[in-house]
C-alpha cells in the first residue's frame, strides 16, 4: 500500500449516477478451474468443477489444488500461527470494522470505529478506511473453510446482512467507508485530482464478499455482492479506454482479478469486459515483451494486478496476459528478491546495481508483497507445476509469512527490514490496522491450501508441514508426520479404500543436492536433480510407508552487484544473528504508525562483524546442539548465535552481513 505519498490522478469527466439495481443472476457458489489460481479458489469443492467448466472455456490447469477443508494441519508453528489469528480474528467486533459504512450510508453506527487507518485524521489522505472489513470477511471465510467453525460463518452473514442494510439506505450498490463517502469515488471516476485510493480499499471490500460466498456459501454475501459488481460496471461504464487507463495509474487493487472471478461465478459478460479494462496496459505491455521497466515501481501496487492478469487470461484466454504475468514472476523471484523471498525498499523497486545501498535498510520486504507474491506463485504453478514455483513458495511461507507473526500475541509486521539490530515491529490489536495487518489476517487461517495438489492420476507434495489430505475421488487418505525442518526427511502412510494404483510426486528442492526415497522401509530411488519432483507409481494400498531423506546444510547467498554482502541459509532457512534485546525496553516492537519504521528503536547498536571469504565463513558455522540453533565466529572470535529468522522475535537481529 502507498502511504508515503498522495496519488494525485487528473481527468475531466462526468460520470452517470452511482446507483443500480441488483442483478437477477445467481451467482455460483463455485469456481472454475481458473479461478482456483488466485488462492481462494483451491479451497473449492471438486465437484463443483464441471459446473464452472460449462460457464467458461477457460485453459485448463495441468494441477489442481485440493479443497482446505480436506487438508488437515497437525501440530507444528504453521498450526499454533493459525489459532493464534483465529483467536485475534474473534475479539474484533464486526460492528466497529461496520460503522464508517453505516455512518456513509445515512445509518446510525452500532460501535465506535476502530482507531489507525480506519479513522485517525492522519490518515485521511490514503483513504484506506474501511479495508480491514473486506480483509476481514476474506479471514473468516478462510478460517470457517479450515475449520467449519460456524462463528465464522455467523459474522460474515452478519457483516453481509448489515452491508445490505447500507446499500438499501443509501440506494446504491457502493458501499464504503471513505470520510467523503461515495463523492470520493464519483470524483475519481470524473478524472478530478483525488488523494489516496479509493479502488485499492473497494477491492478488499469485493475480495472479502468474493470468499465468503466461494468458501461459506453465504448468500447475503452473495446479494451484496452481485449489487455492488453492477454498480461498479455502471459507474465505470462512460470512461474511454484513454480515461480509463489514465485511472489507473492510482492503485487499483486487484480489480482485474475480482471481477474476472466475478465472470467465473455468474457467466456475465460485462464482468468479464470489466476485468480486462481494469488491466493496466502501461504495465502489461513491457512486459509482454520481456522488459523489465519495474525500477522506482510501487511494488505491492503492481503484484495484485499482476495476480488480475493471470485470472484474465484464465478468463479470455489471452496469452498476453499470462506472458505478462509470467514474466513478471521471473523478475521479481530471480533477480529481485533477497534470500528471505522478499524483495524493494519503502515499498519500492530499486535497482539491483544499487543493491548494497538498499538491503540494510528498516523498510525492506513488504509483507502484503509477500502475500501477494505467494498468491502470483501459486497461480503460476497450477498451470505450469515446476518445482521451481515451489521452492520459491517455501521459500517465502517461512522466511516471510510465517516470520511475519508475533508467536505470541499474533499481531504481524509491517516491514522486515534488514537493518542490523533492528527487530521486527508488529501492529497493535485496535489501532494500527495496515494494509499488512488485514494480509496479516489471511495468511495464517491458509496454510493448508499450498502443501498437496492433484492432477488426474498423481498427487503432489509441495511443502513438509505435519498434515493430512483426504483425496476422495480416489478414496484415498495420505498422512505427512515430519518434524521438518528440524530434520530433513518427512514420512508419509497412506490409508485407502482399496488398493489404488497412484503416482506420487515428492519435490526435490533446489536446496538439497540430493534426496533418497523409500518405500515400505526399501531404499527405491535416489535423485539427484535438485529443483525438481521425483515420483513413484505402484498399486498403493493402506498401510504403505513413504520416507523422503534431503540433505540441509548451510549455505550462503548474496546479490551478484555485492557478493560482499551475505546471508546465510540451512535448507530453506535464512539463519538471522540472534542479537539480544541490549537497549530495549519491554513492548517495543508494539508499534502504531508504520510510517516511523527506522525510527523506532533508533539507538546506536553495534552489530557484530563478520571476516572472511563466504564459502569459509560458511564452513564454519556449527551446530549448538539444540535444534536449528548454530554459532559462528565473529571477527573478534566470539561466537554469533544463529536461528531461523521465522523463530526470531522480540530480539534484535541480522539477516545480511556485510563481510570485512
Known sequence: MATHRKNRISRRRSVRSCCHAPSRRDVLATASIGALATGWGAVMPAAAWAQAKAISPAPATMVQPFDMADV???DSPFLHAQKMTEAYLMRLQPDRLLANFRTNAGLKPKAPVYGGWESEPMWDEINCHG????????????????TKDKRYRQRIDYIANELAACQKAAGTGLVCAFPKGAALVAAHLRGEPITGVPWYTLHKVYAGLRDSVLLADSAPSRAVLIRLADWGVVATRPLSDEQFETMLQTEYGGMNEVYADLYFMTGNEDYRALSRRFSQKAVMNPLVKGQDHLDGMHANTQIPKIIGFQRVFEATGDDQYRNAAAFFWRTVAHTRAFATGGHGDGEHFFAMADFDKHVFSAKGSETCCQHNMLKLTRALFLHDPRAEYADY????????????????????TYFQGA??????????????????TGTGMENHVKYRDSIYFHDDRAMYVNLFIPSSVTWADKGAVLTQATRFPEAGNTEFRWKLRQPTELTLKLRHPKWSRAATLLVNGAEVQRSDKPGSYAEVTRTWKTGDTVEWRMVMEPGVESAPAAPEIVAFTYGPLVLAGALGREGLAPGA???????????YNDTPFQAPTLSGEPEELTRKISASGKPLEFTIPAADGQPVRLVPYHRIAHERYATYWKLA
Open 131 to 146: 479495508h480491514t472489513l473486506g480483509h476481514y470477511l476474506s479471514a473468516c471465510a478462510l478460517a470457517y473453510r479450515a
Open 589 to 599: 516492537d508494539i508499534i502504531v504508525n508504520e510510517r516511523k519504521y527506522g525510527e
Open 393 to 412: 513458495y517455501e521459500r517465502t511461507l517461512y522466511n516471510g509469512i510465517l516470520a511475519s507473526q508475533d508467536p505470541d500475541s499474533g499481531m504481524a
Open 72 to 74: 488437515t494441519l497437525a
Open 419 to 436: 537493518r542490523p539490530g533492528y527487530m521486527k515491529l508488529y501492529h497493535t490489536p485496535e489501532d494500527s490496522f495496515w494494509c499488512c
